[in-house]
């Protein structure tokens, strides 16, 4: 069987506080001894909202191996003075493992520019001998981003990596051995592991509880998709792309690998868990309203209620019962909201997801223990 290219991405805002330590897990899973040699192609980047009150800096150094002069001036059209943070974690990433950079400037009119003058071979120095290009976008969106990595990779693959996760050593290997072995399958997602402490809030709690359970959908912070499978782009303002991506690529051509984990931080603040159950129940209505042809083969979800009935603890029917009212909540106020605003604006971070430094002594401590069914 011939192995097929890799290109590993991330889509991210311009004031993401963590994607160093998400480069360094994805890195290491990307040098796993499990994947075929060679077959990671390259790294690609796009951070969005990188506008004229966030400018990149020159290079600090050319000994560090970064783009050449004529592609960092593209990169910073003006001797700017200030870089995002993600751009500065990536560049101290690629210095540390000796990965050459492109750091390439779009504009939303630029999104679908021609590419191929930027396309690079594998490098032949460092570690796993990687490239990386950095997409510097002066809009906002994550389905946007994902447009436009899609539109810049060059892997038959493409390894979507959310930028605020920690990614299990061999996860990567998992989804690509999956993908080889059923080659029918389009997405192969990761299993969703979600961080606890022992002191955690009870809305992370409550957020917990859910992921005990496989509901046979596509989970979006880590998946492995085949380049061709879809016929259309994302939808600009979709608020679910994991639910969109599921019932577009086809519920029969998506799996779940669940010895594949992804790390991840859950809500710990009401504001945060209210949030995100208004942009999921927003984005339910949004896949009835404007992508019901996609459901005629059913909805994206399948709901076990027996066995989540028997897996829930007695001490947990409580958590259970204000989980559904807040869901009904989250409902009646996505629905007024969306009777004044178009869908995209029930989309908002979540700051308390970003907290990782107790949640990382867990995972260093009991890997995987919190939300595993």
């Given at each position: 069987?011939?192995?097929?290219?890799?290109?590993?991405?991330?889509?991210?805002?311009?004031?993401?506080?963590?994607?160093?330590?998400?480069?360094?897990?994805?890195?290491?899973?990307?040098?796993?001894?499990?994947?075929?040699?060679?077959?990671?192609?390259?790294?690609?980047?796009?951070?969005?909202?990188?506008?004229?009150?966030?400018?990149?800096?020159?290079?600090?150094?050319?000994?560090?191996?970064?783009?050449?002069?004529?592609?960092?001036?593209?990169?910073?059209?003006?001797?700017?003075?200030?870089?995002?943070?993600?751009?500065?974690?990536?560049?101290?990433?690629?210095?540390?493992?000796?990965?050459?950079?492109?750091?390439?400037?779009?504009?939303?009119?630029?999104?679908?520019?021609?590419?191929?003058?930027?396309?690079?071979?594998?490098?032949?120095?460092?570690?796993?001998?990687?490239?990386?290009?950095?997409?510097?976008?002066?809009?906002?969106?994550?389905?946007?981003?994902?447009?436009?990595?899609?539109?810049?990779?060059?892997?038959?693959?493409?390894?979507?990596?959310?930028?605020?996760?920690?990614?299990?050593?061999?996860?990567?290997?998992?989804?690509?051995?999956?993908?080889?072995?059923?080659?029918?399958?389009g997405l192969v997602a990761a299993r969703e592991v979600p961080m606890l402490e022992t002191a955690a809030s009870i809305w992370s709690r409550m957020g917990a509880l859910p992921y005990r359970f496989n509901f046979g959908n596509a989970g979006g912070r880590l998946f492995l998709i085949r380049k061709d499978v879809l016929s259309e782009p994302l939808p600009e303002d979709l608020l679910l792309e994991d639910a969109w991506l599921t019932v577009a690529v086809g519920k029969q051509r998506v799996r779940k690998a669940m010895q594949a984990q992804v790390f991840f931080v859950l809500p710990q603040t009401w504001r945060d868990y209210f949030a995100e159950r208004v942009r999921a129940e927003g984005g339910k209505m949004q896949m009835r309203r404007q992508h019901a042809h996609l459901l005629e083969n059913g909805p994206v979800a399948e709901y076990p209620w027996a066995g989540f009935l028997r897996r829930i603890r007695l001490r947990e029917y409580g958590l259970v019962l204000l989980a559904l009212g807040i869901r009904g909540l989250a409902r009646l106020w996505a629905w007024r909201r969306l009777k004044r605003a178009g869908f995209y604006s029930l989309y908002r971070p979540f700051t308390s997801t970003k907290q990782w430094s107790v949640a990382e002594q867990v995972r260093s401590g009991q890997s995987g223990q919190s939300g595993q069914s």
């Open positions: 069987m011939i192995d097929e290219t890799l290109s590993l991405t991330i889509p991210c805002r311009a004031d993401e506080p963590g994607l160093g330590s998400t480069l360094e897990s994805l890195f290491a899973a990307g040098l796993s001894t499990q994947l075929p040699s060679g077959c990671v192609r390259e790294l690609l980047i796009c951070i969005n909202g990188v506008g004229p009150d966030r400018p990149c800096p020159e290079p600090a150094s050319t000994s560090l191996r970064y783009a050449q002069h004529e592609r960092s001036r593209r990169a910073c059209p003006e001797p700017s003075r200030r870089a995002c943070p993600p751009l500065l974690a990536v560049r101290d990433f690629c210095a540390r493992h000796a990965i050459a950079i492109q750091e390439i400037t779009l504009s939303s009119a630029e999104q679908a520019q021609t590419h191929e003058q930027y396309q690079s071979s594998p490098g032949t120095e460092g570690q796993g001998a990687w490239t990386c290009r950095v997409l510097l976008a002066d809009w906002r969106g994550k389905p946007r981003a994902m447009n436009t990595l899609w539109q810049w990779a060059g892997g038959d693959l493409l390894l979507f990596c959310d930028a605020d996760v920690r990614i299990d050593p061999q996860a990567i290997a998992s989804l690509y051995a999956r993908m080889r072995t059923e080659p029918q399958l």
